[in-house]
């Protein structure tokens, strides 16, 4: 069976950094791409960014870019996907989900939200 599961939600204060790490079983993630997605209370659920094998393969959500708080990265021996997040903003709060899709046509397939395995999410809270 196959599942991911995200870790390293928490409560923090605005200004500060979580690393969040959302690690795959039942199936060697090395073909496939990584996602992650968030979303806001009373809000829906937006991309992150993604991660695909190939050196210089990681997209993330323009305004996030822009920004430049947030990098995703993989360790395929571990299984794992990450995501670091720092100088963390109330806006931040929300759950966060990782996905999974096969890595031939990924960018599209994320943005679509047409992932093969999703994670259960893991719920950050940014607040002072």
């Known amino acids: 069976q196959v599942q991911l599961v995200e870790s390293g939600g928490g409560l923090v204060q605005p200004g500060e950094s979580l690393r969040l790490s959302c690690t795959a079983s039942?199936?060697?993630?090395?073909?496939?791409?990584r996602a992650w997605y968030r979303r806001a209370p009373g809000k829906e659920r937006e991309g992150v960014g993604c991660?695909?094998?190939?050196?210089?393969?990681?997209?993330?959500a323009r305004s996030l870019e822009l920004e430049g708080r947030f990098t995703i990265s993989r360790d395929n021996a571990k299984n794992t996907v990450y995501l670091q997040m720092n100088s963390l903003k109330p806006e931040d709060t929300g759950v966060y989900y990782c996905?999974?899709?096969?890595?031939?046509?990924?960018?599209?397939?994320?943005?679509?939200?047409?992932?093969?395995?999703w994670g259960k999410g893991t719920r950050v809270n940014v607040s002072s």
């Open positions: 996905g999974a899709v096969e890595h031939l046509g990924f960018l599209a397939n994320y943005y679509d939200f047409n992932l093969d395995y």
């Open positions: 039942g199936v060697s993630f090395g073909d496939y791409a």
């Open positions: 991660v695909g094998n190939a050196p210089h393969s990681t997209y993330y």
